[in-house]
């Protein structure tokens, strides 16, 4: 019987109603969202500066994106259970504590606590994604980012409130954070998490080192920085240019974080069934079309027309973004990883906006300031285009090495050697090399890479080497010809003493299925696992254990 390690694993014993668990993750998302901009509401009334009131609305957004960082990462230790309504306790409070504030330093204390609403993002994702089954796991991850939309209605009321008004929305939400902070408390319930070894620092870095998270926060900073920004600073520029009454433009306002929130889950459901970089590309360059268009001050039934494209466009990237990560990234780090994507989404916008502002200051319009951050997006589309980012976004690679096989007891060797047809490599020539470095940090490692009459496309035995040795720079990367029918070459002998050394072996072999040589190898140099390494176009990677050479494998005792 074949045994099938893929590339994330499950108990399924711990998941705890996925659907009650999502709808928990989103009402806080949505209430948090809501008490994260509430700052708004007092900035009116207090009658503070143009440059006092940017600086009130910065606070918050800016405390909020940088602290998602360790709350996600919080949250996967401790579990949103606890972080959960600590997080939504805090907001209460602060919310609460607007209708007293009297004074300037005490406005900005109070928007630095409400700055930790903003963390509601991180912890309700690491919610989502440890409350049912992987292969649902991206697209509830996708649903959940519609939680923003709570954000909506401060944003198109705020203006509108007088004293008394705005005193009722502060105590009612603030009350209504607090009652859900005690359900939250006692209802969700975290599916199991293995401990984490080590410092809460060490364990963020381990996390935060492959290079997909890179990547993933700059594509997220493209999608919604643009959407912060517009948030942050519609209001006042459909003031100025077009002469709109503050409260028609804080609706316009309203409705853009609306579309953007709404359109979310789109993005996760088309990610699923289209390859995700084309998407992602396609959705940035629409923002940067639109926003040239947005720049030259077209009439304003185009303007809004204009922005609510960007809103769809954006927020779709950012769902497709969101069902990606949750596909990718083990559950128990996806609290951290989103912080991190978070972080870089918020502080993101909060420098947009600034670029905005210093741009209207020098040259007294934004056109400048708007083509620029259509640059970014174009930018964001082109990088989506190159192959490598193509496919780190078809098939992420965080953390590629199967669950079962970390687990597994090995020998003393702990060595793997993994089957791999030249056919395989044509599709996702970047994933490959990505995944057999990820494994190679991890056991020592030969690739018996199969390459008679090889496919156009595909990687020849140089390149593969070359993409190895590219990610995994202090160790040694070497190939090898060997013939597979000839157990007593000498580079077998060779491939031994590389691993041996610490170094990791390719073996070439002039066949178009490697597993006999691989079967031949393994007993030489006493690989304790033989395994081949399959793409699939919805489940990503996995490695499977290879029939061909399972009784070598047998024999060392590691496949169980």
């Known amino acids: 019987m074949e045994t099938r390690l893929r590339l994330f694993t499950v108990d399924e014993s711990g998941l705890r109603h996925p659907a009650l668990m999502t709808v928990m993750a989103i009402i806080g998302l949505a209430l948090n969202a809501g008490a994260w901009f509430m700052i708004g509401v007092v900035v009116r009334p207090l009658e503070l500066g143009s440059a006092g009131a940017a600086l009130l609305l910065a606070v918050p957004v800016a405390v909020g994106s940088a602290a998602r960082v360790p709350a996600g990462a919080l949250t996967d230790r401790y579990g949103a259970r606890v972080v959960m309504p600590v997080v939504s306790l805090i907001s209460a409070g602060s919310v609460l504590a607007l209708t007293f504030v009297d004074s300037g330093p005490a406005l900005v204390a109070v928007a630095v606590a409400l700055g930790l609403a903003g963390t509601a993002f991180a912890v309700g994702a690491s919610l989502v994604a440890r409350a049912g089954k992987p292969r649902r796991r991206g697209l509830r991850l996708s649903v959940f980012g519609a939680g923003v939309i709570g954000a909506a209605p401060i944003l198109g009321a705020v203006p509108l409130l007088d004293r008394a008004a705005w005193h009722a929305v502060t105590v009612g939400l603030g009350a209504v954070l607090a009652g859900y902070a005690v359900v939250a408390a006692l209802v969700i319930r975290d599916a199991p998490a293995p401990a984490h070894r080590g410092s809460l620092p060490r364990y963020t870095l381990d996390v935060l080192r492959p290079p997909a998270t890179r990547q993933w926060c700059l594509l997220f900073a493209a999608a919604c920085g643009p959407l912060l920004a517009v948030a942050l600073f519609l209001s006042r520029y459909l003031y100025s240019t077009y002469h709109q009454a503050l409260g028609s433009a804080a609706l316009y306002a309203a409705v853009f974080v609306g579309a953007a929130a709404v359109t979310r889950p789109a993005g996760g459901w088309l990610t699923a069934r289209y390859r995700p970089a084309p998407l992602l590309a396609g959705c940035y360059l629409l923002v940067a079309a639109l926003g040239v268009l947005i720049a030259f001050e077209p009439p304003l039934p185009v303007v809004i027309t204009a922005l609510v494209g960007v809103a769809v466009a954006a927020g779709t990237a950012a769902g497709g973004l969101l069902y990606v990560i949750g596909r990718a990234v083990p559950p128990e780090q996806t609290g951290l990883v989103i912080g991190v994507v978070g972080a870089a989404g918020g502080l993101s916008g909060l420098l947009m906006t600034a670029l905005l502002g210093v741009v209207h200051a020098l040259d007294a319009s934004y056109t400048i300031g708007i083509m620029l951050l259509s640059g970014v997006a174009a930018a964001a589309s082109y990088l989506c285009r190159r192959h490598e980012w193509f496919d780190a976004l078809s098939f992420p690679t965080l953390h590629a090495t199967p669950a079962a096989l970390a687990d597994a007891k090995y020998t003393a060797t702990g060595t793997t050697a993994v089957t791999l047809a030249a056919a395989d490599t044509v599709a996702r020539p ?94 030489r140099v006493g690989a304790d696992s033989v395994l081949r390494l399959v793409l699939d176009p919805r489940d990503g990677v996995r490695l499977e254990a290879e029939s061909g050479a399972a009784d070598a494998a047998r024999r060392a005792g590691a496949l169980t």
């Open 430 to 523: 970047g994933t490959v090399p990505a995944v057999l470095a990820e494994l190679a940090t991890r056991r020592e490692l030969v690739v018996v890479y199969g390459h008679d009459a090889p496919p156009v496309g595909s990687l020849s035995p140089l390149q593969l080497v070359a993409a190895i040795r590219d990610r995994l720079p202090r160790h040694r990367v070497a190939g090898f010809v060997v013939d597979a029918g000839d157990p007593s070459s000498a580079e077998y002998d060779l491939i031994a003493d590389l691993l041996a050394d610490g170094g990791v072996a390719v073996a070439v072999v002039d066949a178009a299925d490697p597993a006999r040589a691989a079967a031949a190898l393994a007993d």
